[in-house]
């Protein structure tokens, strides 16, 4: 299994989501157990004119990973209660990063980091370098099913309706 590097992440988070989706999250607990959870769902957040997107606002303290290099590990908090894993993606100064909302086995971003173990302490470390949290491409490929994003009510519509959230379809042999 091939370890993904920055030439994965070094692209649009449009080509990165899709392609995310069929990919294995990998998480070595800290009793060095290993968690490898098939990716089934993704979400595209796309740069400062997307309003879904952090960066829409502008550059802050928590926005600032998202201008960075791709490939940082971006996790917050959502509502005080659930941690979001994202992977930056694209070029410099051009904010954007794709969520992981979904593995096969747990359905749901919140209930995802919690199952890994995931918070705040993984936020700005490398997903090339990560010794506790990596991702894999074994090989298989599946269909790619797009979507609307979910849970960015406070978005304009013609984001909302914007399909950039990528599912999981039958694997194509």
């Known amino acids: 299994m091939a370890r993904l590097q920055?030439?994965?992440?070094?692209?649009?988070?449009?080509?990165?989501?899709?392609?995310?989706?069929g990919k294995l999250l990998v998480r070595r607990l800290p009793d060095g157990n290993e968690l490898r959870l098939?990716?089934?769902?993704?979400?595209?957040?796309?740069?400062?004119?997307?309003?879904?997107?952090?960066a829409h606002k502008g550059r802050t303290k928590r926005t600032e990973i998202l201008y960075g290099d791709a490939g940082r590990?971006?996790?917050?908090l959502c509502y005080g209660i659930h941690w979001l894993l994202n992977f930056v993606t694209g070029e410099k100064e051009q904010p954007q990063a794709v969520l992981v909302r979904a593995c096969v086995s747990q359905a749901g971003p919140g209930k995802l980091t919690k199952y890994l173990q995931i918070n705040g302490t993984f936020n700005h470390t490398s997903i090339y370098t990560n010794k506790d949290l990596w991702v894999e491409d074994d090989g298989k490929r599946y269909r790619i099913i797009p979507d609307v994003r979910v849970g960015i009510g406070y978005a304009s519509q013609a984001d909302q309706e914007r399909l950039w959230r990528f599912k999981m379809g039958e694997e194509i042999t």
């Open 73 to 76: 590990i971006y996790v917050y």
């Open 38 to 54: 098939r990716i089934s769902e993704t979400e595209a957040y796309r740069g400062v004119e997307d309003t879904a997107c952090h």
């Open 6 to 21: 920055d030439d994965f992440f070094h692209r649009d988070c449009l080509e990165v989501a899709p392609e995310l989706v």
